[in-house]
């Protein structure tokens, strides 16, 4: 099968598809793109599925051999893509022939890059998904970030139209940003000094911060309930451990966990953080799930709506 060979890897770059959905009860966690928007904005350029396997770079430094024509993408992060040594826009579809040589740069806003390739990558699946979660060993390329050599199996399709993306419509990645949250059932049981306490402060990302979750440093939160039972934890659930620093959790998370939780950050919002890395100042503040519902609702809508710019392909 025609492909791409892997040049150099980058920083960290994973083969993500849209995630192991219903896999929880055996300890797999669901794994996918950290910003679900960037990836899915990649691949509708290529006119793929949404949910096709396509790689997440962050920071970026990846370099690629072609071996056959095709189309792709580059969504997300600003990393200055270039196709044989020549400067291209992101948020656009690119026309790649046999032989092409394609290098990424190094981020400069935001810290993840989602390059889709017409018909996604074409990786074994394992329970349902090739998405990779290192820390679980399990999809992508034997469960592991790409390395120099790797091969990237995709069928020779191209397509018809180049296709770009608005400049209205193109995400601006911050570093200062108001996460909703939806409360839970537990956060009755926080005290109402400590839940104001929450909601007014502002927190930074602290050094440790992945694809499983970002630990904040800021005001601490105290719950006076101790030795609590272990349960399945939600994509953007808000933990707050032992030392009160509160711990958002992604696509990466554990599966169960016994820490009290405020809630979970809405999604559209958790997309955004995982953007961001230490330093970045964070605030929180309330959602219902009804709002939450539509605010997700409207965005699909949006994206559903917008219309490329449309070139012949030569």
């Known amino acids: 099968m025609s492909g791409f060979y892997v040049e150099h ?139 120099k050599g790797d091969w990237l199996p995709v069928e020779e399709q191209i397509c018809a139209h180049t296709n770009a993306l608005p400049e209205n419509a193109i995400p601006t990645y911050l570093t200062s940003l108001n996460l909703r949250v939806i409360t839970g059932y537990q956060y009755q049981q926080f005290s109402v000094h400590q839940r104001q306490r929450f909601f007014s402060s502002e927190y930074q990302v602290s050094s440790q911060w992945d694809r499983m979750g970002y630990r904040l440093q800021g005001e601490a939160i105290t719950f006076p309930k101790q030795n609590m039972l272990s349960e399945g934890i939600a994509y953007g659930a808000v933990q707050i451990p032992a030392d009160g620093q509160p711990i958002v959790l992604l696509n ?31 605030r929180f503040e309330p959602i219902s799930i009804e709002n939450a519902h539509n605010e997700l609702y409207l965005a699909q809508s949006r994206f559903k709506q917008i219309e490329f710019i449309k070139k012949a392909a030569n």
């Open 9 to 147: 890897p980058g920083m960290h770059t994973l083969i993500e598809d849209a995630g192991r959905i219903g896999k929880a009860n055996l300890g797999l966690t669901t794994g996918g793109p950290a910003d679900r928007m960037a990836f899915y904005w990649a691949n509708r350029l290529v006119e793929n599925a949404r949910g096709c396997a396509a790689l997440e770079v962050t920071y970026g430094g990846l370099k690629l051999h072609s071996s056959c024509n095709s189309s792709i993408a580059l969504t997300g992060a600003d990393i200055e893509l270039k196709i044989n040594n020549q400067r291209v826009r992101n948020w656009q579809s690119h026309i790649i022939e046999k032989g092409d040589f394609i290098e990424l740069g190094f981020s400069q806003n935001g810290i993840k890059a989602y390059l889709a390739i017409k018909g996604g990558i074409r990786v074994e699946e394992q329970f349902g998904s090739c998405a990779t979660v290192v820390r679980e060993h399990i999809g992508g390329i034997n469960g592991s970030a790409l390395i």
């Open 252 to 282: 990466d998370r554990q599966t169960i966990g016994g820490y009290p939780k405020m809630g979970s950050v809405f999604s559209l919002d958790a997309y955004q953080l995982a953007q961001c890395q230490q330093g970045a100042k964070i």
